[in-house]
């Protein structure tokens, strides 16, 4: 059985608009919540918007008075006071609370792999993936007291046209094209999972109003493994750079160069990313990525090409990379 109607807290975001987009190019109705702001992820035609604040507990069930959904998803929730506030808005209104988690939540650094759903969620290095955790929790005890029926999906690190997934992000790309030196941590042949919302979309909308999803955690990501330089170097290639320079430096120089890059190293980026996803692949039979990350990357870099606005250059952040390849 699939959801005939949805609701989504969130969709317009990186992940969220793709999962929108999927929905409804498979006839589902799809209302979404939001503040009525505009978004580089505009929504399609036929989507409905409730004008709400999500945070704002007494005005997010009045607007959503009297209307019933066969699936919530929660793309908003990041702290157990969140997803606390969002199921007392839809206990009543839903067979199914979807929450989008995160990978980040799994055990770092991992013990075995490939990592699974059944991976100890542990996360020492990241308040993200610790309040994920905690969200996580509150589902599964909200789940368990037959209070709201809960899937969890787990995705890892998910990209659309608008993100360069270097640290520094568009600024590392200007670099290169610059013929300046960018940073990539340790030796850079770590493996990595990376997945285009459109593919990470095409998995995730048949798990809504599945009755065999009810109470389970699922992976959704690639199953292209890419290591860190073949990211910078995809990207440098999208960019029409020819000789980019990368420069090595250990997570620990990284961490305390720029603190504020600790916990996306120590918490996720620093450690092997190779995933199991039997268990999606079997709830979604013949799913498979289309858009490998050589793809990925022309668009990332075809869209800020595209309007010259979107091309920032962080100032401290290139200082800070000029100080970390000298």
């Known amino acids: 059985m699939t959801a005939k109607s949805v609701l ?17 190019g498979r006839g589902i109705a799809v209302t979404v919540v939001n503040r ?19 945070r704002d507990d007494v005005g997010l069930q009045r607007a959503l008075r009297g209307r019933r959904f066969d699936s919530v998803v929660d793309f908003l929730s990041f702290t157990p006071e969140q997803v606390c506030a969002a199921v007392a808005a839809v206990v009543d209104r839903t067979d199914q ?7 980040s939540a799994y055990q770092k650094p ?8 059944t991976t100890p969620l542990f996360n020492p290095f990241s308040a993200y993936a610790r309040d994920k955790i905690a969200c996580e929790t509150v589902l599964r005890d ?4 037959s209070r709201i029926p809960v899937t969890v999906v787990r995705p890892s690190h998910t990209y659309d046209r608008t993100h360069v997934p270097l640290l520094g992000g568009w600024t590392a790309v200007d670099r290169l094209r610059r013929g ?25 909308v048949p798990l809504l109003g599945s009755p065999a999803a009810l109470g389970e955690a699922f992976n959704i990501m690639s199953t292209e493994l890419l290591t860190w330089n073949r990211i910078a170097l995809d990207l440098a290639d999208a960019a029409g750079v ?5 420069v090595h430096r250990t997570t620990h ?7 504020q890059w600790d916990a996306d190293l120590r918490g996720d980026r620093s450690h092997p990313a190779v995933f199991d996803t039997t268990k999606i692949l079997a709830h979604v039979p013949g799913w498979a990525p289309r858009i490998p990350f050589a793809l990925g990357a022309r668009q990332i870099v075809d869209w800020f090409d595209a309007d010259p606005s979107r091309r920032v250059v962080d100032p401290e952040v290139d200082a800070l990379y000029d100080r970390l390849t000298a």
């Open 8 to 24: 989504v807290l969130g969709g317009t975001g990186q992940i969220s608009a793709a999962c929108v987009r999927e929905a409804v």
């Open 36 to 54: 009525g702001s505009t978004s580089i992820r505009p929504l399609p035609d036929g989507v409905e918007t409730v004008i709400a604040d999500v």
């Open 97 to 103: 609370f979807v929450f989008v988690s995160s990978a």
């Open 110 to 117: 991992p013990s075995r792999l490939p990592i699974a759903e």
């Open 142 to 145: 909200e789940h368990a007291r």
């Open 180 to 204: 300046r030196p960018i940073v990539v941590h340790g030796d850079g042949t770590s493996p990595w999972a990376i997945t285009h919302a459109d593919d990470f979309a095409r998995a995730f």
């Open 242 to 246: 020819t000789a980019p320079h990368l």
């Open 253 to 259: 120089d990284l961490a305390a160069s720029a603190p």
